[in-house]
């Protein structure tokens, strides 16, 4: 049932992978949580995917996540006459207002956030960044430039501005329509795009209401720059490196990455890195050597989770890209570098309670070898600050709310099991020693450590660390 892989792996679904047997082979590949992405797919679409998610749940014995990733504002270009133009480097081009269909001079752009916050001397790019356009001046209505950075351009490409704070929502009328449908359907948890600052994740936290755990995505620079303040008010964050490569330079990329990972283990918050992973797997059986480093490095920065995108959704071989990330994964965790920088990189704990148990726990666990840390929660807040601590000890998670396991689903050692919780002190002892002699934590006479807040029930009341033996007694009472 459990994981001996403590990175966890996100696989998005589609055209490729929608089918009850795929979607299981991949949860047996590895796939911890599934994502589901927004910006393809009908919401008839969406709901098959989700209930057959739930579907293999059920045959595989293990909570499973779903992850919503929210669309966010598209900026695009319009039309050209004759359906693509080709721009030479120094000459001038503009964007407009205007509907008509675009010429080599001058092309559609209908969003006045962007004449609102374009600035003389800075750069627009357009088609993700392989047109690069200087601004010279900006009018009501219109912007001048010339192109940096010529090449091929057709209809509706994408539109960045990475210098500007954009004055635009990050949630659209679609993404509204989307959250709502989703929350209904009950995912696990909501991917934000287009987080320029705090008030952008307020925003969609106020809508959601706790029905799920919010995962900002990080892919503008006007983020990164607010990262703590972001991280803060987020359950999570993504490194989302397709747009956050095309707004800064690319080679500014791998230090943001660490950066957001290092800020958002401080706060004890599930960082997950996305986009071209694997990607030459989209049509290959097998990724190239820089893409294996790429995961590994992820894997080595201490990444909660990584994430399969176009290679599990639309790729020819989901299966094996799931089950490659999982062998790479497990490989870079079993070295003893690996170790050493969890170790180096460890987290002060807080002067709290929980805190000071969960690091307890670690170091107990360590010193007497024991074989698990159980922890006991219901909100998951335990749990998180014992996967904060990063241990080598194996971590069980016993909780008796679904919707918590399945969450708890992408972050980083956690092994989550469905439970009753317990009554009293020694059925808390009774579940826990059961539960690992029965999934193979332990054997008889083995001994584990368990984590737990008193009285139970209470959220957010991790004060009990107990070292306890796998007696015959304690499996004798969990089956009465």
């Known amino acids: 049932m459990h994981r001996i892989r403590r990175t ?40 098959h995917l989700y209930n057959t998610v739930r579907e293999v749940e059920k045959k595989t014995d293990r909570p499973i996540g779903i992850l919503a990733d929210l669309q966010g504002p598209k900026l695009r270009i319009g039309v050209f006459e004759d359906m693509k133009i080709l721009l030479q480097r120094g000459q001038k081009f503009s964007l407009d207002m205007d509907s008509t269909p675009g010429t080599n001079k001058r092309v559609e752009l209908q969003h006045p956030e962007i004449y609102e916050a374009a600035q003389v001397k800075t750069e627009l790019l357009l088609d993700d960044g392989k047109v690069r356009l200087l601004i010279d001046s900006v009018q009501k209505n219109i912007i001048f430039t010339t192109v940096l950075v010529g090449g091929e351009l057709s209809n509706r490409k994408g539109v960045n501005l990475p210098s500007a704070i954009l004055p635009l929502a990050s949630l659209t009328k679609k993404d509204r329509k989307d959250l709502s449908f989703v929350l209904d359907l009950g995912v696990d948890w909501v991917g934000l795009s287009f987080v320029q600052r705090p008030e952008d994740v307020m925003e969609a936290k106020e809508l959601i209401n706790g029905r799920a755990a919010i995962m900002a995505k990080i892919e503008k620079p006007s983020a990164v720059h607010a990262i703590d303040e972001i991280i803060a008010v987020s359950d999570g964050v993504m490194v989302a490196r397709g747009d956050l490569g095309v707004e800064l330079p690319m080679e500014l990329v791998p230090a943001k990455q660490k950066k957001i990972i290092r800020h958002a283990r401080r706060a004890g918050k599930p960082v997950v890195v996305a986009t071209q992973m694997l990607e030459s797997m989209i049509k290959s059986p097998v990724p190239t050597r820089a893409e294996v480093s790429d995961v590994a490095n992820a894997v080595f920065d201490g990444a909660d989770a990584v994430m ?8 020819d071989y989901p299966e094996e890209a799931v089950s490659c990330m999982g062998r790479i994964a497990l490989t870079i965790e079993k070295e003893p570098s690996y170790k050493r920088m969890l170790s180096e990189d460890s987290t002060l704990p807080e002067a709290t309670t929980a805190d000071a148990i969960s690091a307890a726990a670690k170091q107990v666990a360590s010193t007497i070898n024991a074989h698990a840390i159980v922890t006991y929660t219901g909100s998951g807040s335990t749990a998180l600050r014992a996967s904060r601590e990063r241990p080598e000890t194996p971590l069980l998670v016993l909780t008796p709310n679904m919707g918590t396991a399945r969450r708890l689903a992408l972050v980083w050692g956690l092994n989550c099991v469905h439970s009753k919780d317990a009554v009293d002190f020694q059925d808390m002892i009774d579940k826990a020693c059961g539960v690992c002699y029965e999934w193979g934590y332990a054997k008889l006479n083995e001994r584990i450590i368990i984590m737990a807040g008193m009285p139970f029930g209470s959220p957010g009341k991790t004060n009990v660390l107990r070292i306890s033996r796998v007696r015959d007694h304690h499996l004798d009472n969990r089956l009465k």
């Open 8 to 47: 966890r792996i996100i696989a998005t679904l589609g055209p490729a992978s929608s089918s009850f047997e795929l979607i299981k082979k991949l949860a047996d590949a590895g796939a911890d949580v599934f994502r589901l992405n927004m910006s393809h797919g009908t919401h008839d679409e969406i709901s």
């Open 308 to 315: 399969l995108s176009a290679e599990s959704a639309a790729g």
